[in-house]
């Protein structure tokens, strides 16, 4: 029996090469002659991350997937001297010329890592011409060491939790096979208390599946990560959401963001929800990228009842 958390066959494969030649795994699906909405993936996950909100949007949109570098189906660095956001921002833009015709616009949404691959692109040329929107999701700009939650402030003195935090985002050490005390610590580092068995499943699945020397090479950008500079010149409307008990990049990143984007339209916090949102609650991303499409992409309409499942679903939507 298929879960909503099991990989969508997507409806073409296609790759793109970046700046450097490192090629790149894309996955369409949806329709081909719908609004388009690109989706970007974060840390230590793959396009799997995407499968309910595929499975939600796919009549009404086309979806193109990408696996970062490092991550899923996608190569690794082509260079050996580490990881960087400008090449986060290389692959963006060969995404999306590999994917749009000119002049074509699209949403762009990001999770986590995802989210700072769109900032960290903010004024690449084919950013400009593409983005008619963006969606940031779970996601910060800067300080990620000092701000990260996984260790409550109570247990340790605050130069402690910076390195041993530090220490989570850089190990090279295996994860090992999905066992039942890895999802529990999964659950507790990065999803929220009422996260199903299934949703907890599908995270331990793309988590352990990334390669050791990528997450590590990844995870060391993350703990230096700065992109305060590029937030202002993501100019296009620009919404933000995050989870409540989110500990990897609290609300704190989402309101900092908010307040630097020159065209924020609003904040949505996510009740009880943590750094997994797309798939800890993917009806309500959903309904923010229907609403995004709606009001920023040309032959997009959000169908009756996205607001009010919005609220009814608890969503806790502030504007900025």
Known sequence: MTTLYE???????????????????????????????????????????????????????RLIAYDQRGHGLSGSSAVR???????????????????????????????SMGGMTIMAASDRPA????????????????????????LPPRLSARWLRDVLHRQILVSRLPLGPVTPAAKAALKYGVMGPG??????????????????RQRSEWGKVLAALDLDTQVPKLTAPTAVIVGTVDKLTPKVHT???????PHCVGVTELPGRGHMTPLEDASSVEAAIRGMASDHLTGAAAPEGVAGRMAADGVEEKSA
């Not at 996260?195 to 050791?212: L, T």
């Not at 309101?255 to 984007?261: F, N, V």
């Open 127 to 150: 950013v400009r011409e593409h983005a008619a929107a963006v969606l940031l999701v779970s996601t910060g700009g800067s300080r990620l060491v000092r701000t990260t939650q996984v």
């Open 195 to 212: 996260s199903s068995p299934e949703q907890v499943a599908s995270c331990a699945r793309m988590v352990h599946a990334c390669r050791p």
């Open 255 to 261: 309101y900092r963001i908010a307040a630097a984007l």
């Open 81 to 111: 001297e580490g990881y960087d956001t400008s090449m986060l921002a290389d692959d963006l833009e060969a995404v999306l010329e590999t994917t749009l015709s000119k002049g074509e616009r699209a949403l762009l949404v990001g999770h």
């Open 7 to 61: 990989a969508v066959q997507p409806r073409r494969t296609l790759t793109a090469v970046s700046a450097d030649g490192t090629r790149l795994n894309v996955e369409e699906y949806g329709r081909s002659d719908a609004p388009p909405v690109v989706l970007a993936h974060g840390w230590t996950c793959s396009t799997l991350l995407w499968a309910p909100v595929v499975r939600a949007l796919a009549s009404d949109f």
